[in-house]
């Protein structure tokens, strides 16, 4: 069966420091992969997504990047956190028709 | 340009029916699904119908899909207080593997 590994669940981190979030997929191959944030416990905002290996498209413009080194593991990174960068950040994979299933989330506190 | 509307909240006793309502603007959408996020978790799908249909029904769920009015609706029947979250409304375009996201009802359970 298919599933979905994000962590760290938890992160605080200052601000100025580097930031590399990972996901993982297992039990099938050449999922679409995508980082939503969700601020304030409410809407999803599409950061990024991947359809292959090395293939990523952003959202909106942001001191964030992603990237896909290997068809099934998601990378989420910054060089320098801000304090907007706070919030809930959550993974996911989709196979078309059969919408998203997502990571667990992880909660991000920069301070 | 695509959009997906909900109420933000919802209340109802315990045992009463939820419904909540939701609307898009997309007529070429193939799928619509139903999420459901609980406090500090990622979302969970719990149902999705086709848009060729009209009525899916899944235990305590009915979804119902008015295709002209471009209405989407999910009936919780027995509301349990397990289901207070936040249930999020999504469709899929043809044209690409993403999902249009509405901004999520919080569902609250009065005793």
């Known amino acids: 069966s298919q599933t979905i590994h994000q962590w760290p669940a938890t992160l605080v981190q200052p601000v100025g420091s580097p930031l590399s979030l990972e996901c993982t997929v297992e039990g099938t191959s050449n999922p679409n992969l995508y980082w939503y944030r969700q601020a304030a416990g409410r809407g999803l905002q599409l950061l990024f997504y991947s359809v292959g290996i090395g293939q990523i498209s952003s959202e909106v413009p942001q001191n964030l990047s992603a990237s896909r080194p290997q068809d099934r593991q998601f990378i989420l990174s910054s060089k320098k956190l801000l304090l907007s960068d706070s919030g809930f950040y959550l993974c996911a994979w989709s196979v078309w028709g059969y919408g998203y299933t997502f990571g667990s989330g992880t909660r991000l506190t920069v301070v | 340009g695509e959009d997906v509307e909900q109420s933000l909240f919802l209340s109802v006793r315990e045992g009463d029916s939820s419904v909540i309502n939701c609307t898009y603007t997309?007529?070429?959408?193939?799928?619509l699904y139903w999420y459901k996020q609980e406090p500090g978790a990622g979302l969970q799908l719990l149902t999705y119908?086709?848009?060729n249909m009209d009525m899916k029904q899944d235990q305590r769920l009915t979804v119902l899909l008015n295709k002209k009015d471009k209405h989407l609706s999910l009936r919780i029947a027995d509301t349990q207080t397990g289901d207070s979250a936040i249930y999020f409304c999504?469709?899929?375009?043809?044209?690409?593997?993403?999902?249009?996201w509405g901004a999520g009802t919080k569902l609250i359970i009065k005793p």
């Open positions: 999504a469709e899929s375009v043809a044209s690409n593997y993403q999902l249009i």
């Open positions: 997309d007529s070429s959408s193939t799928y």
């Open positions: 119908i086709f848009s």
